[in-house]
Each structure stands twice: as structure tokens, then as C-alpha cells.
């Protein structure tokens, strides 16, 4: 019986000290509109300005044909790979900025295990 894969890391947004944790399996929207996932009210940002996906693997920030764009690095990009402390700014590229965590807050998921505490009988 093959072991069932593990299950896809949440993706943490922080944004101007409030943080949003997103699981896998449906797209976030990062926009002005009302009802957009995470909600940034800036004048630069589109109503559906950033898609949040997890595909094949691995989540993915989607520049959702937005008018003033998505940056890394001060670099106008399409689509982010984003890896665990990935930063990137909305709508200019000293825009709104975001930063996101991946696979954090899952309990005790992803920690070293403690040692230390350990009777090891000799």
C-alpha cells in the first residue's frame, strides 16, 4: 500500500504586522475588493490584484493581470515561486509589501526533534 503524501504546507501572509494563513486547494486572493481573501486597501492595488496558489508541489504569487503590477527585487514579475521568507511589494515596487512563511503553523510539523531530553539506554 503506497503511504499517502504528506499533506501541502500552509502558506503564511504577513502584511503590515497582520498575518492571514491560507491552506492549499483554492486560490487566495490578495486584492482591495471586499470580498478579496486578504485585503490590502492601497490606491496602486488592483480589486483582485495577486493570486496565492499551491501547484505541482509548491505555491506560487500569480500577478493577476493586475494594472500596476507585482515586484521582487524592484523587478516587475509575472508569477513568484515562493519559498519560506519570500518578500515581494504590490502595485510598485516600493509598494505594499508582503512576506510569507511556508509550512509554519502546522504544530510541532517541521521542527527538529528534541534530543536532548532523551534517555538513550547504553
Given amino acids: 500500500m503506497a503511504m499517502s503524501a504528506p499533506a501541502p504546507p500552509a502558506l503564511t ?7 492571514r494563513t491560507f ?14 481573501d486578504m ?19 509548491k505555491w506560487l504569487a500569480i500577478d493577476n493581470g493586475s494594472l500596476n503590477g507585482t515586484f521582487v527585487n524592484g523587478r516587475r514579475v ?3 515561486e515562493i ?3 519570500q ?12 512576506t510569507f512563511d511556508v509550512g509554519r503553523h502546522q504544530g510541532m510539523a517541521g521542527r527538529p526533534p528534541r ?3 532523551m534517555n538513550i539506554p547504553v
Fill in 13 to 19: 501572509v504577513h502584511h503590515e504586522g497582520s498575518e
Fill in 23 to 36: 491552506a492549499a486547494g483554492h486560490d487566495v486572493v490578495v486584492g482591495r475588493d471586499l470580498r478579496a
Fill in 39 to 57: 485585503r490590502i486597501t492601497h490606491p496602486l492595488i488592483s480589486r483582485a490584484h495577486l493570486l496565492l496558489r499551491f501547484d505541482q508541489g
Fill in 78 to 80: 509575472p508569477v513568484v
Fill in 83 to 85: 519559498h519560506d521568507g
Fill in 87 to 98: 518578500a515581494l511589494n504590490i502595485g510598485n515596487p516600493d509598494g505594499p509589501l508582503l
Fill in 115 to 117: 534530543t536532548e531530553s
